[in-house]
């Protein structure tokens, strides 16, 4: 796929917008993805998603897309690869998630946007407000008072 100019500053906004959920992600023993990628129980792997996704997204936002892969080796940690969507208002995001012992990092495969511009940076723009809509965001409430709850 030829790389586009405006991709990684796409990919950094997605990154940084998923941050929370890859956390979350993280906490599934890599045991879990390998068996359940390697008997396609890819089911099992969109649960996981959207468990993790509810807490930080609307509902439908993110999901799983096409599946996964697992390398696994001994020579090196296991790798793990899910095909992801982001879908917010006005622009859909398909993107690959790689989790290793220590990194995570995502590649834009894809996006599409409802109403395009011409322009690539009102796109980038557009996305990243949608991006934001989407996004459950926790408020705090001012204890007046000063008490502890």
Same mark, same amino acid.
């Given at each position: 796929? *030829?790389?586009? $100019? ?7 906004? #997605? ?7 890859? !956390?979350?992600?993280?906490?599934? =023993?890599? #045991? =879990?993805?390998?068996? /359940? *990628?390697?008997?396609?129980? /890819?089911?099992? *792997?969109?649960?996981?998603?959207? !468990?993790?996704? &509810?807490?930080? /997204? ?10 996964? +892969? ?7 940690p296991p790798r793990i690869v899910l095909d992801l969507e982001l879908r917010s208002q006005g622009a859909t995001v398909y993107f ?5 012992? &220590?990194?995570?990092?995502? +590649?834009?495969?894809?996006? !599409? /946007?409802?109403? $395009?511009? !011409?322009? $690539? ?6 996305? +990243? =407000? ?5 996004? *459950?965001?926790?408020? #705090?409430?001012?204890? $007046? ?5």
């Amino acid at each position: 796929m *030829i790389r586009q $100019p405006h991709t990684l500053s796409r990919e950094a906004l #997605v990154a940084s917008a998923i941050q929370e959920v890859v !956390s979350e992600l993280r906490m599934v =023993d890599v #045991v =879990d993805y390998i068996a /359940f *990628i390697r008997m396609e129980r /890819f089911g099992n *792997i969109s649960d996981i998603v959207d !468990s993790a996704a &509810e807490l930080y /997204f609307m509902p439908g936002t993110l999901r799983l897309g096409h599946g996964g +892969e697992a390398h696994v080796a001994w020579s090196s940690p296991p790798r793990i690869v899910l095909d992801l969507e982001l879908r917010s208002q006005g622009a859909t995001v398909y993107f690959s998630l790689t989790m290793t012992d &220590e990194h995570a990092g995502i +590649e834009v495969n894809y996006v !599409s /946007f409802d109403a $395009p511009d !011409s322009d $690539p940076l009102v796109n980038t723009r557009r996305l +990243e =407000d949608s991006l934001e809509y989407a996004r *459950i965001r926790k408020t #705090v409430t001012a204890n $007046p008072e000063n008490r502890v709850a």
